[in-house]
């Protein structure tokens, strides 16, 4: 099988599973964050003076759930930032190895970022870093952020490897560019 057929299939499974999870737990984050907050501030506060104990800590965890989805899909639409001021003013040959040292430079920081949040998840519990009201831990949501932030390093290094090959890198389309 060829080289570029696999990187292409991987892309292509890579990008189904990060619709589907970002559609499905990030919607569901969503529904949630919405519903409860509607729920807490105008119900429980100021209809019945009586909110909800721990809403912040739920609506701040939801936040992190939300963000850590976000990552490796914005990496793959094309969402993050990119300054390319220069880059109309290079040579094609440079403008491409110049894009594979910064994305390299990038893999390697993403790298040790996931490490680090890893490591910030082993500590969380032990350290006793906890939401302020329900006392609910952030080992899990380290955890997540870890991962989210290693799948963003993959999808830096799929793209290394589409430059490499002499490809163009196919950003993931998701509906809203026709807009």
């Known amino acids: 099988m060829p080289r570029e057929h696999s990187t292409k299939r991987l892309i292509g499974r890579l990008d189904a599973a990060l619709n589907w999870v970002s559609l499905i737990c990030g919607g569901a984050t969503l529904a949630f964050m919405t519903g409860f ?3 807490n501030v105008l119900v429980m506060r100021k209809t019945l003076n009586s909110p ?18 976000s990552v490796p899909l914005g990496a793959r639409t094309g969402a993050h930032i ?5 880059e109309g003013h290079m040579s094609a040959g440079f403008a491409k190895w110049s894009m594979i040292f910064v994305k390299l430079l990038s893999a390697a ?5 996931s490490w680090r949040l890893w490591h910030a998840g082993q500590s969380a519990e032990r350290f006793g870093e906890t939401t302020q009201q329900l006392l609910i831990s952030y080992e899990p949501f380290y955890y997540l952020l870890a991962a989210s932030v290693a799948l963003y390093a993959v999808v830096v290094v799929l793209d290394i490897r589409a430059l490499l090959s002499g490809e163009k890198i196919v950003l993931l389309k998701t509906g809203g560019e026709s807009l």
């Open 37 to 39: 907050s509607v729920w």
């Open 52 to 69: 909800i104990a721990g809403a912040e800590d739920l609506l701040i965890l939801s936040l992190v759930v939300i963000v850590a989805l």
């Open 82 to 86: 990119e300054i390319e001021v220069l």
């Open 109 to 113: 920081l993403l790298a040790v970022m």
